[in-house]
């Protein structure tokens, strides 16, 4: 993890016009946060990722002129918080000129063209996309739909659904337990050691049927699910995230809840 620019110095140009780019990802997760060996800010820090402060600084004669969003940029078509982790400057260097204010910069050609150019370049380029994979998601988020999906679903509905289903032998929770099949999830890549994590709810409570959800597996995964099954006679299946309808994008009320 860095908290270098991903773009430094970008150079555009056009007719009588030169800008530079500066571009980057404000760190967002305790474990992005933890490589760099600092704690996360709280809410009321200036480095708290927050929408109303991410976005593009445009800055002219090294003072910053306008606090953007990416959408008010035209760089992006939809506001959304998503894309909360962006951040950077547009460096005007010649060809701009700002109004009376000194608050904005007129729209003439060059600024247009300009803004058309970065656009481009960082959607071209794949810099920016709204997430919708699993790993921007809370793992919480995740589960619950998870849950409702397993309650409601037209195929093969469960009766009884339980979230954070405690067993007290282990001291842990199950993510979902229902009608005696253990659920776990995984926003991530699972390991052979997730595995038997799920083994261990299996053997204390002695059932039979357990589910390993996560976005991807590593082989280590594969062969302790194998050899588990074979040696303890129960159904261990391992299930990638993609195969079910909860990967979409945060909802408003989720992100009331959730975030």
Known sequence: MSNSPVIDGEEFVGEGWKAKLVFGYAPDTEYEWSELRQDPPTRFEPYYSSLGKQGVDVILNDRVI???????LDIVGIRHSDYNTLRGEIILDSG????????SILKTD?????KNQISEFLNKGDYIRLK?????????VLRDRLAVWLETNALAPRKKVAKEYVVEALG????????????????????????YQLFGYLDMGEWENGYLVA???RGSAQQAAEHINEKHDV????V???????????TPDEREQYL
Do not use: C
Request: proline share 6%.
């Open 66 to 72: 306008m606090f953007h969003q990416l959408t008010e």
């Open 96 to 103: 701009f000129q700002t109004a009376i204010t000194k608050n």
């Open 110 to 114: 060059n600024w247009i063209n300009l």
């Open 132 to 140: 919708s994979y699993p790993d921007a998601l809370p793992e919480a």
């Open 172 to 195: 842990g929770k199950i993510d979902i337990m229902a009608d005696k099949e253990v659920w776990e999830l995984k926003r991530d890549e699972a390991f052979g050691l997730d595995v």
């Open 215 to 217: 976005k991807s597996f």
């Open 235 to 238: 159904n261990i299946k391992l």
């Open 240 to 250: 990638e995230l993609d195969e079910f309808p909860i990967n979409h994008p945060l």
